[in-house]
């Protein structure tokens, strides 16, 4: 099995009212109860932006140094993410589709490496 990271930025979803928000996250969520059904889920959260951003730390002389909020001023942030563990690339669209299909919003898909795994090249092959 390999390890997926379904994901998401804010900036990709458009204006929403309070009720179409709870809409949508009541769809999301019965794609996550089956996604949990089918025990690929590892794990799962959404609503994040600029807001619960709680601090960015850099290396500054050898030391940590932290700063309230996001690193960067930016428009662009995580909106939410799923984490899959599934047997290829399929499977990891499948379930990227389910939750673009239900959201109305693209999702984007990332393989992860794992350890000891080389570096793929930019279209996706070793």
Not at 20 to 28: D, F, L, V, W
Not at 55 to 67: A, W
Not at 79 to 103: E, N
């Amino acid at each position: 099995m390999t390890e997926y990271l379904i994901t998401f930025n804010d900036e990709w979803v458009p204006d929403h009212t309070a009720e179409e928000i709870r809409e949508k996250g009541t769809a999301s969520r019965a794609v996550i109860e089956e996604m949990l059904a089918e025990g690929v889920l590892i794990f799962s959260n959404g609503a994040l932006d600029r807001s619960t951003a709680v601090c960015s730390v850099e290396l500054v002389d050898g030391k940590p140094v932290f700063t309230d909020g996001p690193y960067v001023e930016t428009k662009e942030h995580l909106g939410g993410f799923a984490v899959v563990d599934v047997p290829d690339d399929a499977a990891a669209r499948y379930w990227a589709g389910r939750l673009a299909t239900v959201l109305d919003w693209p999702q984007e898909v990332h393989r992860f490496r794992g350890p000891g795994e080389p570096r793929r090249n930019g279209s996706g092959g070793r």
